[in-house]
């Protein structure tokens, strides 16, 4: 076993980084979240009164404090399993985990949990939503934007930090009204917006930005593909989604990769290698104005 523990070692920076590469949502990833009995995190939520009046006789108002802790369990425990015959050597296995990985990870890991993510932020109740189909060089989407930064400053979200997440199609709008001045001694045109009104830009494809979405499980006749797709009649498109990172908490838990060599494998002569992940994502009740979502009108057929 020690042998297939270094294999693990080996390839799970790899996993990490593949991940980390081609995921949308990475960013939103918490960094300081304790993990409790393997599934569930704790948060602090607190509520208190506001201020009153001071009597110069009877001295403060009291005022009321709460503070409990909230147990938040994950529930997307989502897994594959691939062998590669024992007729490779070491170093070809080598080579066929890691194309295997990787291409796994980039198309099938990566847009799922993308896509559950900004799910699972569109249907938490409470979040500021606005409805419209985009058309690139029609509809305004400086001034849909302006609108959402409009009622989350409203709302006192904070301005520093903020995330614009956006559409392809809403992208292409948003640059297509943008006018940039080019000097004579710039030899080429880049029309790239990396950041609008001080927030991080991050495109997204359109088949990782739905409402909602269905998980396949696998097995199921008709979903043995695995993989996810949009909500059909209960999900919608969305144009862009602005999300202040302190309003959500996103725990993705890689489980160390397992790989079984032919000997060890009981149904095949074959290296075998398991993924499986662990991870959810939460917005908190208090935060929910922390969100803006502006979607499409017209439900997934």
Do not use: C
Request: hydrophobic share 40%.
């Amino acid at each position: 076993m020690a042998n297939t523990f270094e294999l693990a070692q080996k390839y799970l920076p790899l996993l990490d980084e593949v991940y980390k590469a081609s995921s949308r949502t990475a960013i939103l990833d918490a960094t300081k979240v304790d993990i409790v009995n393997g599934n569930t995190i704790k948060v602090f939520k607190t509520s208190m009164d506001g201020l009153g009046n001071y009597d110069r006789n009877k001295g403060y108002t009291d005022g009321e404090v709460a503070g409990s802790w909230e147990t938040l369990t994950l529930t997307r425990d989502r897994g594959r399993a691939f062998m590669v015959d024992r007729m490779d050597n070491e170093e070809t296995i080598g080579m066929a985990f890691g194309t295997l990985a990787g291409e796994f990870i980039r198309t099938k890991v990566a847009p799922e949990i993308d896509a559950y993510t900004f799910a699972k932020i569109a249907g938490a109740e409470g979040i500021q939503t606005a409805t419209g189909d985009v058309e690139i060089g029609t509809t305004d989407v400086p001034a849909l934007i302006d609108t959402a930064e409009k009622d989350m400053n409203e709302a006192e979200v904070p301005t520093e930090g903020r995330i614009l997440f956006i559409s392809e199609t809403a992208y292409a709008g948003l640059r297509a009204k943008i006018v940039r001045t080019v000097m004579n001694d710039v030899r080429g045109v880049n029309r790239e917006v990396e950041t609008y009104d001080n927030m991080q830009i991050v495109r997204v494809p359109q088949s990782r930005f739905y409402t909602a979405i269905t998980l396949l499980d696998g097995t199921t006749e008709g979903q043995t593909a695995g993989g996810y797709t949009g909500a059909v009649g209960d999900g919608y498109k969305i144009n862009f989604m602005i999300v202040h990172p302190s309003a959500v908490t996103k725990v993705v838990k890689h489980v160390l990769p397992r790989i079984f060599t032919p000997n060890e494998n009981q149904k095949a002569d074959a290296w075998k290698f398991d993924y499986r992940i662990y991870h959810d994502t939460f917005v908190y009740e208090n935060k929910t104005k922390g969100i803006y979502m502006h979607r499409g009108s017209t439900a997934l057929a």
